[in-house]
């Protein structure tokens, strides 16, 4: 079979980690084991326009594999040209970059996979991290360092801490509970979750989350938000 794999270049940082597989150099670290079981393997980072490196190999693949971090868009007309293609595998989570509709309202005989949970912790804690930012009022502060300047009041004034505040995600699957999990040591006032079904009541306990079924209410009620939903189809 023909494989296309698109990923982005890293440069001098593949070289300097091998672990840094979603990139050209390393190509998920299957290049290697699929060629030797008799697949041709395209490796490459050129997926915009008619003329991408993607777009030649379409035709005759039979796999594509990409990524949500640099994705090689898999639209109507790309479909309509990969004749052969019957499987596409996301080496991430999130498959808005593959027209999926069209896929599936013409019956089409073609596969897409997604490596499930792949990138919770990251993304929790991604989450937690930027909400931090934001109430400390972080970026304005550090431009204001790097211009040779320093607005303490300024900075302040919009600056808050997240203890004794009430935060709600909405959402509370794998990344959103992971959140709540990450929240837990600020002390906040409480946690709230929407979501469509309740969590388990040993979870719920776990956390000291409340959930609140009315996303209104849910908004009205927290200092901070944060939407941790996947709205997929």
């Known amino acids: 079979m023909k494989v296309v794999i698109v990923l982005y270049t890293a440069g001098k940082h593949a070289k300097d980690e091998s672990r840094l597989y979603g990139c050209t150099e390393n190509a998920l670290g ?3 084991e699929l060629e030797k079981a008799g697949h041709t393997v395209v490796v490459t980072a050129d997926k915009e326009g008619p003329e991408s490196e993607f777009e030649k190999n379409l035709p005759d693949a039979d796999i594509v594999i990409t990524t949500p971090f640099h994705p090689a868009y898999l639209t109507k007309e790309r479909i309509q040209k990969a004749k052969k293609l019957k499987l596409v595998v996301v080496a991430g989570v999130g498959s808005d970059h593959i027209d999926l509709d069209y896929i599936n309202q013409n019956n089409l005989d073609i596969s897409v996979l997604e490596v499930t949970g792949s ?6 804690e991604h989450v937690v991290m930027t909400i931090l930012i934001l109430v400390k009022n972080f970026v304005p502060a550090h431009e204001q360092i790097m211009a040779g300047d320093w607005d303490v009041a300024g900075i302040a004034k919009d600056s808050f801490d997240i203890e004794n505040k009430t935060i709600a995600t909405i959402g509370a699957g794998r990344i959103g509970y992971r959140v709540l999990e ?3 040591p600020f002390n906040p006032k409480e946690l709230l979750y929407y979501d469509y079904q309740a969590l388990p009541a040993d979870a ?5 989350a409340r959930r609140v079924t009315d996303l209104k209410e849910l908004v009205a009620q927290a200092d901070i938000v944060t939407v941790n939903w996947f709205l997929v189809g």
């Open 30 to 32: 299957i290049k290697e």
């Open 182 to 184: 990450r929240l837990v």
């Open 204 to 208: 719920e306990k776990k956390v000291g």
């Open 119 to 124: 990138n919770v912790v990251s993304v929790a």
